[in-house]
């Protein structure tokens, strides 16, 4: 298996073309997707973009209602807000001012994505390592604080599950030029909403909050995240950038759980009561194994240590269609951990039972 710091989970039509299956019997718990359909009134919205022959147009490149739309959505200045094909696409923005300032910092094991960005403009950058131990899923304190010139957060972190309390991260602001803070999970955490910094952006200018409606719309094949941030690096970034990073469905789709709020907070409501019952069910379950140490999460997937490698048994799930997240790509893990995420509890009890066969 070729490993690479840019691998990623939720490869499944690569794994269901390897066992030669269909991608819908393939379980996968190695993407952090939330298991529900996207809501009705979002899918009409996108059959309806087509059907009226909005595509046939560029999308609007000032991006005056989205940005509009998220403003409300955050109380934040439109000025400060920049929608984009995905946080992944933005990081790639903030990687280039990371360029600009030096050395960053990248908190290990930690999401790969912002070693790709950091690349593109050269920049250099250290592994951070992030003390693997801890024993709440309440908000903690970030535990590191090195000495560069700049800072990139995941928060809650991956793969660890870790929520980072707002009051530690705020604290770390005065010490670097620029902190980069990835809340792509942050709203689907129960609770997580309460460390977020986004509203820090309108007093500290050296700090760029990346949001993603991936993860808790399911539709990361829509591609759509935002950067809030000053509004004078935004100018920055929109004259270098492509002239339509957006598309126009990820343009309707954005405006409408924005502007949807009560669509917007039962979804979250529907995500937090989930995310609290099955991540509970899940380290119940994984803990009986004695083998095993499931790490406590906040969110929406769980980190584990096993006693000894645990490819084999990666392999052996994936020939019966269950792909968990093999953790040899991220720097600091090896092969004795694997993430999980969370599925609907049909899906979870298939995804115990199975490693039952194969571990004590
Ligand atoms: C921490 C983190 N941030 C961002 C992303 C990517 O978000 P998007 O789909 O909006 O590019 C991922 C995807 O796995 C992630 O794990």
């Known amino acids: 298996m070729n490993i690479d710091f840019y691998n990623h989970g939720g490869n499944i039509d690569n794994e269901a073309r390897e066992l030669g299956v269909q991608p819908k019997n393939i379980i996968d718990a190695s993407a952090s997707i939330v ?22 147009s560029y999308p609007d490149r000032s991006f005056f209602e989205v940005k509009s739309a998220i403003s409300k959505w955050h109380n934040i200045d439109p000025s400060m807000i ?38 593109c403009w050269n920049a250099p950058y250290i592994h951070s390592p992030l003390p693997l131990a801890w024993n709440t899923k309440k908000p903690q304190p970030f535990p590191i604080d090195p000495k560069t010139k700049v800072l990139w957060i995941t928060n809650p972190h991956n793969p660890t599950g870790q929520l980072w309390s707002r009051s530690s991260l705020k604290s770390l602001l005065a010490s670097y030029e620029l902190v980069i803070c990835d809340e792509a999970f942050i709203s689907l955490t129960p609770g997580g909403e309460n460390q ?18 991936t993860k808790f719309l399911g539709i990361a094949g829509l591609r ?10 935004l100018l920055k ?16 789709a954005t405006n409408l759980i924005m502007k949807n709020s009560i669509l917007h907070k039962k979804r979250l409501n529907k995500i937090h009561k989930w995310v609290e019952e099955e991540g509970y069910w899940l380290h119940k379950n994984l803990s009986d194994f004695s083998t095993l140490k499931p790490l406590p999460s906040a969110t929406n997937f769980q980190l584990i240590k096993s006693n000894s ?5 990666i392999e052996k799930l994936k020939k019966r269609g269950i792909l968990l997240r093999d953790c040899r790509s991220f720097i600091n ?11 609907k509890r049909k899906q979870n009890i298939k ?5 039952k066969n194969y571990i004590s």
Request: charged share 20%; glycine share 6%.
């Open 35 to 56: 298991p529900f359909k996207i809501p009705k009134k979002l899918s009409d919205n996108l059959i309806k973009t087509i059907k009226n022959g909005s595509i046939r």
């Open 82 to 119: 920049l929608p984009g094909n995905g946080a992944s696409e933005l990081f790639t923005w903030a990687a280039r001012d990371a360029s600009l300032y030096g050395m960053s910092s990248l908190p290990s094991p930690g999401f790969g994505d912002y070693q790709r960005a950091l690349r």
């Open 196 to 213: 977020s910094l986004i509203d820090l952006t309108k007093k500290h200018s050296n700090l760029i909050v990346i949001r993603s409606l």
């Open 224 to 233: 759509i995240g935002y950067a809030v941030t000053n509004s004078e690096r």
């Open 237 to 252: 970034w929109r004259e270098i950038r492509d002239p339509w990073p957006m598309n126009t469905l990820a343009i309707n």
């Open 309 to 313: 490698s645990t490819l084999n048994i």
């Open 333 to 343: 893990l090896g092969e004795d951990w694997f993430r999980i995420s969370l599925l």
């Open 351 to 355: 995804i115990i039972n199975t490693l």
